[in-house]
């Protein structure tokens, strides 16, 4: 049996291969990446490729088949954007993410083993391309350490597909300006009035700034507008580590639009 068959019969590669329905024809050229590396057209790190091969190998005895879906989704849009990033110059990280630590596992393997849990429990599906950018964005970026990605993927797990449209887009508010109107305080439909609570959400979740507040017996606290909204810092972790700048902007369209306010 020549190299190629035996890595064709691997569960692990099989598993990304699954991922299709989620993450479409790419998953086949991903699945190449991590196991066949030498018969891929693109390239990762061999760290980082290791790494997803022990989580792949480790998902694929996942007893639901939909899960075993978004699990192989998650690590072929992980390998989609980390071979973005190499071309681009940026290289995996070197400062021990892939090592071995005392008493533990390398950090990469536990946030891959994360991120694979968090797709599985995805039931919208959307949300699971950002979560494989997640552990890819990490493994390039020595300046976050394993607690920092950590926090933000548990941060990730409570985020809807409208809420990450919506922290997309005050992300890129100075590309293209948010509305001016104020969000209504207690809109009447329940799509607007649920999108309004997603906002409100994220200020809970000390992701959008300026903060809830309570007003004051007799005091008038200005309505919001779209356009006062900004990241926290906790926010900007969330949209680097989530890659949001490539959410699709009918995503982004979608989620001002649920708040019945039309793109500026």
């Known amino acids: 049996m020549t190299a190629p068959e035996e890595t064709a019969e691997l569960p692990g590669r099989t598993l990304i291969e699954q991922g299709a329905p989620v993450a479409g024809s790419m998953s086949r050229a991903a699945a190449t990446v991590v196991f066949d590396p030498s018969a891929a057209l693109v390239q990762v790190d061999a760290s980082l490729a290791a790494c997803l091969r022990t989580a792949a190998t480790e998902a694929a005895v996942a007893p639901v088949p939909r899960e075993r879906v978004r699990a192989g989704a998650a690590l072929a849009f992980a390998v989609e954007y980390a071979a973005t990033q190499h071309r681009a110059g940026r290289p995996a990280r070197s ?11 390398p950090a990469a393997d536990e946030l891959a083993e994360a991120v694979v849990a968090a797709a599985r429990r995805s039931a919208d599906e959307r949300r699971v391309r950002h ?56 809109p009447r439909g329940w799509s607007e009035w649920g999108a309004r609570e997603d906002v409100a959400d994220l200020q809970r979740a000390g992701l959008l700034d300026p903060p809830l507040t309570a ?18 810092r906790r926010g900007v972790l969330l949209h680097r580590l989530l890659a949001l700048d490539l959410l699709h902007e009918d995503a982004v369209a979608e989620a001002l639009a649920a708040l019945g306010l039309p793109r500026s």
């Open 95 to 105: 400062d021990g993410w892939f090592a071995a630590r005392p008493g533990s596992r």
């Open 131 to 186: 979560l494989g950018y997640l552990l890819a964005e990490a493994a390039c970026s020595p300046d976050l350490d394993a607690e920092v990605a950590g926090r933000a993927l548990r941060l990730a797990d409570d985020l809807s597909w409208r809420r990450l449209g919506l922290l997309a887009a005050v992300g890129r508010r100075d590309r293209v300006p948010l509305p001016m109107a104020p969000l209504p305080d207690e």
């Open 215 to 232: 007003p004051r017996p007799g005091s008038t606290v200005p309505r919001l507008r779209a356009a006062d909204l900004r990241l926290t």
